[in-house]
């Protein structure tokens, strides 16, 4: 995956072997150096993306959807103590009881919490106590998983799998949380100088999708997120689906053909959206002179024509298949053909036509640790790839993320498909 | 179907064969009786509704998704008048030109409209004027089906059978939007003082629901929406479908457990919903002393034990299964089951656990008339069957209505299933 | 006072003395005669405004601010049942308890009400059932008058007093909400045929205002409301008040030199309020081909340049006063000229710069009759004179009108003063 | 004047003679040493205030009223570049053209400007960059000052005093500010760990206001904001004032004689605000187990029964005052009398029942300067004297502050007085 690799290239010491994903969790002997160095590796990114911002910077609360890059870095440790340490360390000390307030996130079961609105608000705990509750947690979790007996690891480890993968979708939005702040300045801050999209494959072309029966979700003893269970048939109908993803160039052609001005093209609720928030263009995208630009991570940037359009919502995407006289394709026709396409991982995650509901006989983790994908089933689509803002070995087939349909500024695009005519 | 019994005991002029639904469009030779009878049906149906309402009831909108009975009998004749006389029937004279655009919905490829929300504020046509609108317009309707030529009236039914259903489906709103604004009286204003809601059969036992593959969707020559095509298959997976409506009683047992106070039982957007707009039972519910009573359209109403519990939103249905411990069914499982069961019709709606998204292939009529259907797919919920409100002939099993997870105004309700252990 | 002349060209039967205001309630001997005469008069004007309205229109509510014309003719009925039969007529038989709630206003003390938002939602009572609840009430009220003692009366007649004012309140607002309803329907609806606005005398010239101190407020023993208490002594600086109202003509200069467009002119507050809500022209103006028309009670009729300039805001008069180099008067320097001043009373209610507060030591009414005029002590700007909608005999020179400085819907308009070089 | 007192007790260095304020401007020969003390003394407190703030505290902004610290360092100094060096420094470099996007206020006539909602988003210019662009602004007004010719100076004076004062008012809000912003955390932040609120003298009985002419209004030579002009006569009607303020002792008995549930005691807009708002207690109180306390820059600290109370609203005021059979002053009461009054400044500001409107024959300062105070004289109240927060040398007699009658994040407090029985 080439995701990160631009902001990677002065990191020689990567090791051969990858230090993420972990060992199964029923993987015997435990490979305690094996689980240290991925809960070492995942925290470490986290800091790594950190690193480029300002105390200020890491404060700043854009809009409800985001939250402070200081906040992330907290509420994660949050979780670790939370959910490991308060129940599986004996003579763990809190690190400071009134933390658990601010940084827990949406676990009604874990009791009352900061409103999301106010995050921005928490200008103490500062910076500097934020790194220092996080060595707290890391030396605890690290003597943890050094010392604790092997009865007590089994209990742990699948906590500490969830927490790193956790983490790792914080890193995620970490990123996407300071690209929205940024755009909302007008002097177009930079948050890394070098950033580039990676290339695009783009190959032309498409992929058959036979009819039959398949079979969608997660196998296997690797990790995964209860909303991938069970793992079942579905009936997937015949069509195909396009090698590449749509492009600026691609986008540019609908926005020059009147498509944010059609209401005929739109749902009614994204024609709606679309009016309130004035879309004209994907978000983030600035015209400058005669031209448009767009804001990265590397600052305001001429759109690139090859590159995959980003920043489009599930509205903007259902209006581009309509306008193309095609269709996104469902979260099981991507699943069934995704092996064998460029581009699925690492670039855009790519909206399917699918929302975002429970898989049959789906039940949720019990506890506060099952709160968090059932809850979200309503109202919703599926994402399914990676982005340039997933991190290294936290993408997998079977993966389904979801958000809004007026939501845009993850790294969100499009894969199109046809059914058989 | 029982939908409407309570409502008709005085009826005695109905006739053997029904008026509804008329023969379907392509029956050669074109049976102009049986068609003119349809319409004066329908049309008459929706005079009979509006009759309790004096020129005050039937100017008020009590919230954005109701509308007013009078709005309700000018807009469905201006169906005709837009879509039928104006370009089939040669010499016809527009009415009124300016009702055009007081009288059109959503159609935005009909031209602007008055904004939605103020369509209470309308008095101006009177009533008497749109009663005589509606004269006008049948008069024209009744003279193009009896005089015109065979190749016109080829191309006229299947407007005139769109026609016919879009103007049912304003009957059951007007009948719920009627309720909805007399429920916000503290005097509780009476529709009908005969009015009682049909009794449920309430059998015990489950349906099964043997795993296969199903074909689903609208099949032969009989009218249907563009949504219900094309007919196709689906993979049902194996469980068990309740004969009967959960109850008004099984819902106190929910209430009584703590059902409304209790956030780890509901989707997020649900518990956001259920505490902004203050839920703590059914819509219409309100306390009478020690007591629950429902505003019904015979007026305030102790609450029925045995009636199926009713203007439940989607939110509270999912709390509820999950209460239980069981699932809402998906609108495929109910579509092959439904055949077989009894309250399937004329009781209440019953929510699906299927998000209302395009059938593969799925494509809108062209046009305006095409407008409909296809652009709500999104954010919505589908709910299968018919309600008490439902005309009669209305009802089909393939039908699918949708509205959004927090609406509760229609005649909503709850049939539960059980996925295979 | 030319106020309603156009309304009453018909009104052959207008008595030599006029009906309107009684005599002083502490004139003895009392004259029953003179006072149910005063009560008839008022009740009957009420009515002479709602008989062109239909049981639709007067059922409609356009806005928070405005209130259907039958909670106009029900609550002002309610106000001589709750606080002149309730307490005053013995053995009085209350209506309809369940009217109380519906037709209170905003009078705290006297118990919950129906939200202000949603008096147009009561379609019942019906119109039919409002005018027998006012045929019931003023048959007691007119028993009372003639039958009981004068012991009794003596308490009675200050409160009728208030009554009979505060109905005439109603009849200005009947016709500003009526008014405001009509102008939200495309189709322009007309009220009479044969309105007309009266004409203005616009004498040119200003009245000299000498420095001094004058006494400002009620005197003598005639009706006054208590906001007008007490009497005392105000310096008064030396300027000049204009002999004429600013016109339409006036106003379309203001609009040419762009005076919608130019922040420096505007309050900050008037500004924020002139884009929220797009003002580009008076209130109800529309453009009409390349034109200016504007709703009026007699339908949609062209600009009058000569006419006063209507339906514009406070913010809008002092726009207008900045733009001309000039000041609006303050309510003590209109009060001390007025009565010398052309068109003081009956075209234009005229926005002072004195903002709405209590007179040095002002007392509201004790209980629920006091409970109006002191509690909107902040916020507000006094206008005075009268429009061409207050009832006649219903105007008096220490009048204090007041409303918030964005609202335009009642004949507000504008006169200009210079303060001395 | 012990308004800050407790926050200096290591401040030695304070000179004999006060720094602040400056000699008049019309003052010959220009004092330039005096000048460019005035102006360090002044720069050196804004950086004073911010020292005890992170750069995480500095970015803040807590709601829509409130700055962060950071943008109140750069407005002051964008004010000073953009209304003084731009126009009279021949050869001055602006710091950094693309922060006067951001600083700018609401200087509509300066041109387009962040908006005031979005103030907390910016991370950047950081607070190094800040401090660099004081520091650059400094260098250049001190050489300005320095070594400008005696005729560009007199040019110069009279923007240099307004941006001193200017810059003090700033200092005020970044205190009030930050207090809201701490307010919100669960943490209760601590700005400065000695704080303490100056004692009140509290003294009892009234002063006389006998009745007469007064003048109101800035006289002399020094320094005036162009709304305490023109100096004018005003009528004083005879009454008292107290010599003491309402202490949180006696606010204290208003809660407890429920002064907050009881919508007869408050204005009807005050009653809406205190019901939407939850208010109880004023501003930043909080209970704490069976006590108040209430959140100081000293963080939370226990109500002290003795001290004035703050942070209350004019609604709560004018209630307090109803509550009590009593009233405010009005500015001019106060004026008049606040010469011989203990406490009149230095701890609250003081609400009068004046609103806030112009002076006899005021007019603004011409151009972008002129700005402020005019445009905002509608639905604001006025208040008199100083506050705890006001910087020493700032508070003068006849100095105007206004405030919305629902804000209470400033050090407002009450004064209460009788009209003549």
Chains 1, 2, 3, 4 share one sequence.
Do not use: C
């Amino acid at each position: 995956m080439a995701a990160t690799a631009a902001l990677r290239t002065d990191d020689a010491r990567a090791p051969a072997a990858p230090a993420f994903p972990p060992p199964p969790v029923t993987a015997r002997p435990i490979d305690r150096a094996a689980w240290i160095a991925a809960y070492r590796h995942v925290r470490a990114e986290t800091e790594r993306r950190a690193a480029p911002l300002s105390a200020e910077d890491q404060q700043v609360q854009s809009m409800e959807d985001a939250s402070p890059t200081k906040w992330h870095r907290a509420h994660v440790t949050w979780f670790f103590e939370q959910f490991l340490l308060r129940e599986h360390l004996p003579g763990y000390r809190i690190h400071d009881e009134r933390l658990h307030y601010l940084f827990n996130s949406y676990y009604v079961a874990a009791g009352p919490r900061q409103p999301r609105t106010q995050r921005g608000l928490i200008t103490r705990p500062t910076l500097d106590e934020v790194t220092a509750y996080r060595a707290h947690v890391d030396r605890a979790v690290e003597a943890l998983l050094g010392q604790a007996a092997d009865g007590t690891l089994e209990a742990v480890l699948p906590i500490l799998e969830i927490g790193l993968y956790h983490e790792q979708q914080h890193q995620e939005l970490l990123w996407t949380d300071i690209l929205h702040a940024f755009a909302q300045s007008p002097l177009g801050p930079v948050y890394d100088a070098g950033w580039r999209f990676p290339r695009a494959v783009s190959e032309p072309g498409q992929v058959e999708l036979p009819r039959g029966i398949a079979r969608i979700g997660h196998a296997g003893d690797g990790f995964s997120y209860d909303n991938e269970s069970p793992r079942h048939e579905t009936l997937i109908q015949p069509g195909r689906i396009d090698r590449g993803l749509v492009t600026n160039r691609d986008w540019l052609a609908f926005m020059a053909d009147g498509g944010y001005a059609k209401p005929e093209l739109w749902l009614s609720d994204g024609w709606y959206a679309s009016q309130r928030d004035g879309w004209e263009a994907p978000g983030y995208w600035r015209r400058e002179g005669g031209d448009w630009a767009t804001m990265t991570l590397g600052g305001l940037r001429p759109i690139d024509p090859d590159a995959p359009v980003t920043h489009v919502s599930y509205y903007e995407a259902d209006a581009y298949a309509r306008w193309a006289g095609r269709v996104l394709p469902t979260e099981f026709e991507w699943e069934t053909v995704a092996a064998g396409l460029p581009d699925a991982f690492g670039l855009v995650w790519q909206w399917t036509r699918s929302p975002y509901v429970a898989y049959p006989g789906y039940r949720p983790l019990p506890g506060a640790l099952g709160e968090y994908n059932g809850k979200f089933m309503a109202n919703q689509f599926v994402l399914r790839g990676s982005s340039v803002a997933t991190p290294e070995g936290h993408a997998r087939l079977p993966y389904r993320n979801f958000f809004y349909p007026h939501q845009r500024w993850q790294f969100t695009g499009v894969r199109l498909a046809d059914p058989q005519a």
